[in-house]
């Protein structure tokens, strides 16, 4: 592999021959992280939707700040 290969450049250094062979493997390996990104965002957007949006309206208190 040549040192200045890096990133999907990598994909070039694998022989014709074994294409067959890695093209399904990193199509799963796509894949499974396509749906563990997705699973973790769907996993965070729950608790998003969940926090109080108008907290602050409800306080009917007072500044402590003097001369405010």
Known sequence: M???S???DQISSVPPQ???VVGPLLAD???FAFWVAFALTAVIIVPAILLPRHAAR???VT???PGI
């Open 2 to 4: 040549p040192s200045g």
């Open 6 to 8: 890096v990133g999907s």
């Open 58 to 60: 409800d306080r009917d």
């Open 18 to 20: 074994a294409m067959p």
């Open 29 to 31: 390996s796509f894949g």
């Open 63 to 65: 500044p402590a700040a």
